[in-house]
């Protein structure tokens, strides 16, 4: 067992309605609002609503595996652990859990500096900014959002309260709006199957799935701060699903709602589709209220973003699996702050340098091969070799929903195109070579 059972210092304070709240406004954050007229886009006509659907699906039947390995390993850094656990038996868990750790130094900056971007971005709706502008805004949020994390887990779990209350009643305007609003028939002139479902559809209809999973992903939070929540065993499944089937419901509501109302051209040339389509029904004043209130729910997923991927470095520091000054606990607020401020500083670097939709596809490509697809094999291979050991919770049919999972995101990583499928391959054969290295020098922990 990897001694983040025995050795982490954090206090299990969040309860099911505080680890359910942190999955959903990580969920949430700024990506509908700036995916919604990119899956339009590339749609061109045909129903947009299936790539929400599958992206539910893909979360929902890959939940089973977080479920499996969250109970059964539940410490802060989630996947970390579940890499380095499931492997272990091989001889290959500090290899695939380097590996994680390597891509979310990368990664977790990234997906702190796409919602940042897109704050940015739609701030723009209240006041024009330039380029420079936006970048002075997006930089400024993660330094802001750093410095609210800087506290006692337990006043963490409060102010997530108070952010989801928000972006629940946020969600829930816009979709009384689209249901107070709705024609039928626009809805079906957005949302046309073709008549011929050629590979050519197939093709598009992944690339859209791969910018609505990244609206999806986010439900497994809770598992990367295992380590404070309270009865893992029971709350960390049930946060999951309830995350999921919430979120599902109000993605599927809201992209239907607005396609029952606006025109698909209209949907597609929209940089603030929520703004315009507040502004259409309402009026102007209206749809500058709605963008603070989307800002808002921007500002909660960070939140609850940092706040997890935070805990992954550290887990590894502890496991001697990466630099020891990532493991130093906060002598009074007992969170690990290394961790955060060095996370809030590589996001707020990468928050000036890319672009959005760029920023979005690289997460996706990043965290399929290791984080989504090797930690299932890792689940499937580790259920047996210990085939007499209890699980606290175990996936129906298995291992079914997990091969599934598995063909989905393996669907999911050839849509992402070449170029993308080459940088991701590439970062798992440089990671892989430092682990070597590392090992051969003496840096790195068994296995």
């Not at 079906?188 to 910018?211: D, K, R, W, Y």
């Not at 606990?329 to 996001?347: E, M, N, R, V």
């Amino acid at each position: 067992m990897s001694n983040n059972n025995s050795g982490e210092k954090l206090t299990r304070e969040i309860n099911l309605t505080q680890a359910t709240a942190i999955n959903m406004i990580d969920m949430v954050g700024i990506g509908p609002f700036v995916v919604l007229p990119l899956v339009f886009l590339n749609m061109a006509g045909s129903s947009a609503i299936l790539p929400w659907l599958l992206g539910a699906a893909v979360a929902c039947i890959d939940a089973f595996t977080w479920s499996e390995l969250g109970t059964k390993f539940p410490f802060a850094g989630g996947s970390y652990n579940f890499l380095r656990e499931t492997y272990k038996p091989f001889r290959l868990g500090g290899f695939f859990s380097f590996l994680f750790i390597w891509q979310t130094i990368i990664q977790a900056p990234l997906v702190i500096a796409s919602g940042s971007i897109g704050f940015a971005q739609y701030a723009s709706y209240l006041y024009p900014l330039t380029p420079i502008q936006q970048k002075i805004v997006s930089g400024t949020l993660v330094i802001a959002l750093t410095a609210l994390l800087y506290r006692k887990i337990g006043s963490v779990g409060k102010i997530s309260l108070i952010l989801w209350g928000g972006v629940m009643c946020t969600l829930a305007w816009i979709i009384f709006g689209a249901a107070t609003h709705f024609r039928s028939s626009v809805f079906m002139a957005n949302n046309i199957l073709p008549h011929e479902l050629s590979f050519a559809f197939f093709g598009v209809l992944g690339m859209s799935t791969v910018q609505t999973i990244y609206c999806y992903l986010g439900y497994y939070n809770v598992c990367h701060i295992g380590g404070e929540v309270q009865q893992p065993k029971r709350v960390i499944p049930r946060s999951m699903f309830l995350s999921i089937a919430g979120i599902t419901f109000i993605y599927l509501a809201m992209a239907s709602g607005i396609s029952g109302v606006l025109p698909a051209s209209t949907i597609r040339g929209s940089q603030f589709i929520v703004s315009t389509f507040i502004e259409f029904i309402y009026g102007k004043q209206a749809a500058y209220f709605a963008t603070i209130l989307i800002l808002w729910i921007a500002f909660a997923s960070l939140f609850a973003v940092m706040l997890g991927y935070s805990r992954v470095p550290y887990a590894a520091a502890l496991d001697g699996n990466f630099f020891r000054v990532f493991s130093k606990i906060h002598p009074t607020k007992h969170f690990p702050h290394i961790s955060l401020l060095t996370l809030g500083a590589i996001a707020f670097c990468f928050s000036l340098l890319f672009k959005l939709k760029e920023v979005i596809t690289a997460i996706v490509v990043m965290r399929i091969i290791v984080q989504f697809i090797g930690q299932t094999i890792g689940l499937i291979l580790y259920r047996r070799k210990k085939r007499n050991e209890s699980f606290p919770y175990t996936m129906p049919l298995f291992p079914l929903p997990a091969i599934i999972s598995m063909v989905f995101w393996g669907c999911i990583f050839l849509s992402t195109g070449f170029q993308f499928m080459l940088y991701g391959c590439a970062a798992i054969i440089l990671g892989s070579l430092v682990y070597y290295i590392r090992k051969r020098a003496g840096f790195t922990s068994g296995d």
